[in-house]
């Protein structure tokens, strides 16, 4: 039997000239009973004004970080604003954390890109820490709290939080950063992700899982797919194509690029490659034609609502919990209304 799946949005970057149509989108969101807004960060607009903004505009709806970037902020200093955003809500924020990429974490802010999952590690571990209200003392390879050849004294967060443990999601990837997802988080912000090779993030999650002695219960998968609702596939998928080739293509250097990566673990290897060059050769027009149309069906919800309702139940079937959606459309109205069609699918599927 499959189980009901809760519907999210999620609303990308901010500041794009879609401000005004993502807080419409994220009202309706609210209205219609979705369980969680997520917003997203890269070298633009902040996640955490952009979600301060989103909560004050909304009653019910969770607010997410999709991500929060690890190299932008101290451990302390996420947990701060944890607990403050979670305050102001009224314990309605969710923690999405990721290490973001090396052109990023080395270009932007200047943080060294190695040792990840020892990075990540220690960060969650800390953040937890003080939002438990602890006194934070940690002796870490990466991180040491105080200094120990200083003034500083070991603190303990000086606010109460609405909730001493707000859920913590990782943003990975690769197999071992998704293995640690599965052991140290309460879930997982994938991309790309399709009912056909789900196995290639779950087999890694569940591994994490048991190393941790727990099960998949109470684990929330919540992968991001690009939503667009019409009756000519091609069509539906054109647009997707952009967003496809940046990340495929330009998100990252020739030599690492991991949603590359992710394409050519799913049998995409001689058009990932294509991509990736294009892009890489300021062709983004030639990189996104060269996406291929299996690529985006396999990792998007496209076409008439009953199509979108079986993608959705395919979905659910191999574990997914918390279905966001990233709405496509021409006007804002339009976008409003995918997220109409995509209830109305949900609960035809029999998943609402």
């Known amino acids: 039997m499959v189980t009901a799946v809760r519907l999210g949005l999620n609303l990308g970057y901010w500041g794009a000239g879609n401000d005004a149509a993502n807080l419409a989108l994220a009202r309706e969101a609210d209205r219609l009973g979705f369980a969680v807004v997520w917003a997203a960060e890269a070298w633009g607009s902040d996640v955490v004004s ?23 902020r101290t451990p302390a200093m996420t947990a701060m604003t944890a607990a403050t955003l979670d305050t102001l809500s009224g314990g309605r924020f969710r ?30 571990e800390i ?20 200094l120990p050849d200083g003034p500083g004294q ?31 988080a309460d879930g997982l912000l994938p991309i ?10 779950l087999d890694p999650v569940r591994a994490g899982r048991a190393k941790a002695g727990l099960g998949m219960d109470g ?11 019409g009756d000519d596939l091609e069509a539906c998928a054109a647009p997707i ?14 030599e ?50 009953d199509r979108i309702g079986d993608r959705m139940r395919a979905l659910a079937e191999v574990g997914v919990t918390t279905l966001t959606l990233a709405p496509y459309g021409a006007t804002p109205e339009e976008r409003v209304a995918s997220l109409r069609t995509a209830v109305a699918a949900a609960e035809h599927a029999g998943l609402a």
């Open 50 to 72: 952009v979600l301060s903004w989103v909560a004050a505009q909304t009653e019910r709806v969770d607010v997410g970080s999709a991500i929060m970037q690890i190299p932008a």
């Open 95 to 124: 923690l999405g954390l990721g290490v973001s990429g090396p052109q990023v974490s080395e270009g932007w802010h200047g943080v060294r890109f190695d040792k990840p999952l020892g990075r990540t590690r220690e960060y969650v």
């Open 127 to 146: 953040v937890r820490m003080a939002m438990r209200r602890e006194t934070v003392r940690f002796a870490g390879e990466h991180y040491t709290l105080p």
């Open 154 to 184: 070991a603190l303990k967060l000086i606010v109460h939080p609405v909730r001493e443990r707000v859920p913590v999601y990782l943003a990975a990837v690769g197999p071992k950063n998704l293995e640690l997802a599965g052991e140290i």
């Open 192 to 201: 790309f992700f399709s009912p056909e090779h789900a196995g290639d993030f």
């Open 219 to 229: 684990f929330d998968l919540v992968p991001t797919l690009p939503l667009s609702v």
């Open 241 to 254: 194509r952009d967003y496809a080739a940046l990340y495929v293509g330009g998100m990252g250097s020739r």
């Open 256 to 305: 690492q690029n991991f949603y590359n990566q992710i394409a050519r673990r799913m049998g995409f290897e001689r058009e990932a490659a294509e991509v990736q060059d294009l892009y890489l050769a300021r062709r983004q027009r030639e990189a996104a034609a060269a996406v291929p149309f299996e690529f985006v069906d396999r990792t998007s919800l496209l076409g008439p609502p």
